[in-house]
């Protein structure tokens, strides 16, 4: 028997029924009832704006999946190109479609010298990397006319291979001119993530180390997609008005610039730092009880048992570690870790640690300011946005995004001369 809900307006005494399909039914229910009748839904908690095949996500059992495969398969085995093609396409690439795909991208890391000797020189000598990356990643489709011509496949696919490619690069243009060093080319030889720490940190006969590439590498992974939330709505809803990709991928940058979305793992270093020592653990969960405080990396808004993400993260903490030496915020880290998830307070409410809560230790120990961690997290990202545009581009239910309002203003007023207000 098909699932149905029925709805009635108390005021009219007319009843709708209309399918569930996945927990979802649609709002023509709502305009079949009364076509000037809508959903108030703050924060889009109870909405679905889309049907997606991209990414699955069942915060309530702790499940993440890219196109049904489980996230701790992909972390393990794949790597991150592998996982954008995965993402753009539906599915994982046989050996012929990886080596063009690989190719394609490692072949389209440069960027052009204007972006680096007259448009980055153009910021202030401390500008933050992130808000350079932003104004960066905008500026980059005036280099490319056919970047307009979204309805054009052929161009479409030519820009999201460039963006994609380009981020890294762009990314570590904007650290080194934040610190004033050299900026090194990228390398064709080199893989994606090596590539990315190969331009960041090159001085001298530098070489990437093999454990800290695959760490990168699982770190784009587990940042790649996620779902419906902020930056990916909003590359959605700029997408909606077909604007070309580089704006669209702006507009999903700043969005994850807000502290609120992007800056958690920044967040939780400086909390870890605060704490300073194990010995303080049990004061500041007390005044974080007390409303006093706030438990940065623990909780998230859609996982309700625990972030799958989290787990592995911190086995490639420990791997890292070993390579760089372990980063003395750890042991706060553990200890926190450990006193949260044997306090009922946090327990009830389901705070388990999230992506966040390690990321920012493996960036520090790597070498990374907390300046950079939101850029590391707009870099894998990028190919998720670029997934979610590409979709909204194919699907023929979308249109440009026009939410609608509940006006609460004053009603209508006449107009005051100036000097009688």
Same mark, same amino acid.
């Given at each position: 028997? *098909?699932?149905?809900?029925?709805?009635?307006?108390?005021?009219?005494?007319?009843?709708?029924?209309?399918?569930?399909?996945?927990?979802?039914?649609?709002?023509?229910?709502?305009?079949?009832?009364?076509?000037?009748?809508? +959903?108030?839904?703050?924060?889009?908690?109870?909405?679905?704006?889309?049907?997606?095949?991209?990414?699955?996500?069942?915060?309530?059992?702790?499940?993440?999946?890219?196109?049904?495969? *489980?996230?701790?398969?992909?972390?393990?085995?794949?790597?991150?190109?592998?996982?954008?093609?995965?993402?753009?396409?539906?599915?994982?690439?046989?050996?012929?479609?990886?080596?063009?795909?690989?190719?394609? $991208?490692?072949?389209?890391?440069?960027?052009?010298?204007?972006?680096?000797?007259?448009?980055?020189?153009?910021?202030?000598?401390?500008?933050?990397?992130?808000?350079?990356?932003?104004?960066?990643?905008?500026?980059?489709?005036?280099?490319?006319?056919?970047?307009?011509?979204?309805?054009?496949?052929? !161009?479409?696919?030519? !820009?999201?291979?460039?963006?994609?490619?380009?981020?890294?690069?762009?990314?570590?243009? +904007?650290?080194?001119?934040?610190?004033?060093?050299?900026?090194?080319?990228?390398?064709?030889?080199?893989?994606?993530?090596?590539?990315?720490?190969?331009?960041?940190?090159?001085?001298?006969?530098?070489? $990437?180390?093999?454990?800290?590439?695959?760490?990168?590498? $699982?770190?784009?992974?587990?940042?790649?997609?996620?779902?419906?939330? +902020?930056?990916?709505?909003?590359?959605?809803?700029?997408?909606?008005?077909?604007?070309?990709?580089?704006?669209?991928?702006?507009?999903?940058?700043?969005?994850?610039?807000?502290?609120?979305?992007?800056?958690?793992?920044?967040?939780?270093?400086?909390?870890?730092?605060?704490?300073?020592?194990?010995?303080? $653990?049990?004061?500041?969960?007390?005044?974080?009880?007390?409303?006093?405080?706030?438990?940065?990396?623990?909780?998230?808004?859609?996982?309700?048992?625990?972030? *799958?993400?989290?787990?592995?993260?911190?086995?490639?903490?420990?791997?890292?570690?070993e390579v760089t030496g372990k980063n003395p915020l750890l042991d706060v880290a553990l200890k926190l870790e450990e006193a949260a998830l044997?306090?009922?307070?946090?327990?009830?409410?389901?705070?388990?640690?999230?992506?966040?809560?390690?990321?920012?230790?493996?960036?520090?120990?790597?070498?990374?300011?907390?300046?950079?961690?939101?850029?590391?997290?707009?870099?894998?990202?990028?190919?998720?946005?670029l997934a979610h545009w590409q979709e909204l581009l194919n699907d023929p239910a979308q249109k440009i995004s026009r939410p609608r309002q509940?006006?609460?203003?004053?009603?209508?007023?006449?107009?005051?001369?100036?000097?009688?207000?």
């Amino acid at each position: 028997m *098909p699932e149905t809900i029925t709805i009635t307006d108390d005021r009219t005494g007319k009843t709708v029924t209309v399918p569930i399909e996945g927990g979802v039914f649609p709002s023509s229910a709502l305009r079949e009832l009364d076509p000037t009748l809508y +959903c108030y839904d703050p924060a889009y908690l109870s909405t679905a704006s889309t049907k997606s095949s991209i990414t699955y996500l069942d915060g309530a059992n702790g499940i993440l999946r890219y196109g049904g495969y *489980p996230i701790e398969q992909l972390a393990e085995k794949s790597t991150y190109l592998e996982v954008a093609y995965l993402l753009l396409n539906g599915d994982l690439p046989n050996e012929t479609q990886l080596t063009e795909w690989t190719h394609d $991208v490692t072949h389209h890391t440069f960027i052009h010298e204007n972006m680096r000797k007259k448009f980055a020189e153009g910021f202030h000598y401390d500008a933050h990397p992130m808000g350079m990356f932003v104004s960066a990643i905008a500026a980059l489709g005036t280099f490319y006319t056919g970047s307009k011509d979204v309805d054009d496949p052929a !161009q479409r696919n030519i !820009q999201i291979r460039r963006l994609i490619a380009k981020s890294p690069t762009i990314a570590a243009m +904007c650290y080194k001119f934040s610190v004033g060093l050299p900026y090194n080319q990228p390398s064709n030889e080199l893989s994606y993530a090596a590539n990315f720490l190969n331009m960041m940190w090159k001085i001298g006969d530098y070489e $990437v180390d093999p454990i800290l590439e695959r760490a990168m590498d $699982v770190l784009f992974i587990l940042h790649a997609d996620h779902e419906q939330n +902020c930056g990916t709505t909003a590359m959605r809803v700029i997408g909606s008005s077909h604007a070309d990709p580089y704006s669209s991928a702006a507009g999903a940058a700043s969005a994850l610039y807000g502290p609120l979305h992007g800056g958690a793992n920044e967040a939780v270093v400086r909390m870890l730092t605060e704490i300073g020592s194990i010995d303080n $653990v049990p004061a500041f969960l007390e005044s974080v009880k007390n409303g006093e405080g706030r438990l940065m990396g623990f909780g998230h808004r859609v996982y309700k048992n625990f972030d *799958p993400r989290a787990t592995i993260i911190k086995e490639t903490a420990y791997k890292v570690f070993e390579v760089t030496g372990k980063n003395p915020l750890l042991d706060v880290a553990l200890k926190l870790e450990e006193a949260a998830l044997a306090d009922p307070y946090f327990v009830d409410r389901k705070l388990y640690p999230n992506v966040d809560f390690y990321s920012g230790l493996i960036y520090q120990a790597m070498g990374f300011p907390t300046s950079m961690f939101t850029v590391l997290f707009a870099i894998p990202r990028m190919v998720g946005w670029l997934a979610h545009w590409q979709e909204l581009l194919n699907d023929p239910a979308q249109k440009i995004s026009r939410p609608r309002q509940w006006y609460d203003g004053p009603g209508e007023r006449n107009y005051i001369d100036l000097a009688n207000r």
